[in-house]
């Protein structure tokens, strides 16, 4: 069992910049593979980025170059860096740790943290 918990949303302007931290407790953080999605109000929830247990990492096109995911095990935490941000990334960000390939499946979510970009 894992617990996730989002922080650092908030209210920001275009062009100004988030850290989104999610604390995760409970089991092994370091097997599973971490993740960052959204979640707009009348929109479907879709994959903003991913990091492995290895640290391979995948971003969704609209945020690559933009935004950074990394994760630091020993602190069982994982980060979402967001730079550059735009009106069309307000959203309720949520984390996700999914268990890798070869293990039994586990999906877990966190309840989420709202950012909203705007002037």
């Known amino acids: 069992q894992v617990q996730l918990v989002e922080s650092g949303g908030g209210l920001v302007r275009p062009g100004g910049s988030l850290r989104l931290s999610c604390a995760a407790t409970g089991s092994i953080f370091t097997i599973y593979d971490m993740g960052w999605y959204r979640q707009a109000p009348g929109k479907q929830r879709e994959l903003v980025a991913t990091?492995?247990?290895?640290?391979?990492?995948n971003y969704a096109d609209s945020v690559k170059g933009r935004f950074t995911i990394s994760r630091d095990n020993a602190k069982n935490t994982l980060y979402l860096q967001m730079n550059s941000l735009k009106s069309e990334d307000t959203a309720v960000y949520l984390c996700?740790?999914?268990?890798?390939?070869?293990?039994?499946?586990?999906?877990?979510w966190g309840r989420g943290t709202q950012v909203i970009v705007s002037s």
């Open positions: 990091i492995t247990s290895g640290g391979s990492t």
């Open positions: 996700n740790a999914k268990t890798p390939a070869g293990f039994p499946f586990r999906d877990y």
